[in-house]
């Protein structure tokens, strides 16, 4: 085994495999092409002399070895980065904590902790990005990012199979709302009762698969119809204050709702359930990473508390 010759462009090239979870994803974050990712994977997997990687129809998954090569080349690169920091002559001293968010979190929540913490904690910078639920839990695994925000539905799964399970402290769990313009007839009553539900026109997530479903009530007994796709909850929201259709939102989210946009529950069904999540390895946390847990805790009971006395909601 010998490490020696492997280009930090390999250790890059090898974390975000690790993250992206195919080559093709990883190819396209670097923008490399997907054989020049192959070439870095086989190189630094001839370096260790053993497979990093189990490639799988869908994806790739970290062997044993691969979890050992992909944590202690973050520390490197992280190491590199900082470096890189202080000699541009910014501040060496600050505390990183690198987190990811689901995409309705940076709506309210994630501002809200981050002014906070500027506040209470200015030697923490906190580097965040935006991810699906899989692209953070593997992120997490690969260890280049400290804590996740996730969403989860019933029946409450663990956000994956890997072991050891991951940490994870439910922030708030409140009922799925619905977003429905002012001017529409369900805007009239302070709910709106599943039955009524039927016939309506939505405004859902990405074009193909399951994501494509979220923004429809869960459970309707007939095929939705989709009339517009947006991955952006604010896009969708701002489609629904024109009129457009209707689409899904937790609860959290009533507070950025613009004009036009009545946020009401929904009786009559089974309750939709969701929870926030802060997820993390099972580790004992380096004091910056739990200042910033703490923030992003105390953020998401003021969403709460917001989003119940909303006049919205």
């Known amino acids: 085994m010998d490490f020696t010759g492997v280009s930090l462009t390999a250790l890059r090239v090898f974390r975000a495999v690790a993250e992206q979870g195919t080559f093709t ?102 580097v965040s990005r935006e991810g699906s639920t899989p692209a953070l839990v593997r992120a997490l695994r690969a260890g280049s990012l400290d804590l996740a925000l996730l969403a989860s539905a019933p029946p409450f799964r663990p956000p994956d199979a890997e072991s050891p399970p991951l940490a994870l402290q439910t922030l708030t769990e409140r009922a799925l709302r619905l977003a429905v313009p002012a001017t529409h007839p369900l805007a009239r009553n302070d709910y709106v009762d599943v039955a009524d539900l039927r016939g309506q026109r939505w405004i859902a997530g990405s074009s193909s698969g399951e994501d494509r479903l979220m923004g429809v009530w869960p459970g309707l007994d007939e095929r939705p119809e989709i009339v517009h796709t947006a991955r952006d909850w604010l896009a969708k929201l701002h489609l629904v204050a024109a009129g457009c259709g209707l689409t899904t939102v937790p609860a959290a989210l009533a507070p950025a709702a613009p004009p036009g946009v009545r946020i009401l529950p929904v009786r009559g069904g ?39 006395l909303s006049p919205r909601s």
């Open 270 to 308: 089974p309750q939709e359930q969701r929870r926030l999540l802060l997820a993390r390895l099972p580790r004992a946390l380096a004091e910056p990473v739990s200042r910033v847990a703490a923030a992003l805790h105390a953020a998401a009971l003021d969403a709460d508390a917001t989003a119940q």
């Open 25 to 126: 994803a990883a190819a396209a974050s670097l923008g490399y092409t997907q054989s020049a990712v192959s070439r870095q994977i086989a190189a630094i997997e001839r370096a260790a002399g053993t497979q990093l990687l189990e490639r799988r129809r869908d994806g790739v998954r970290l062997t044993p070895a691969g979890r050992v090569v992909v944590r202690r080349a973050t520390i490197v690169l992280d190491e590199i980065d900082t470096t890189a920091r202080e000699l541009s002559g910014l501040p060496g001293q600050a505390a990183t904590v690198r987190l990811g968010w689901f995409p309705s979190a940076g709506a309210s929540l994630l501002p809200t902790a981050l002014t906070t913490l500027r506040r209470t904690d200015p030697a923490i910078e906190v």
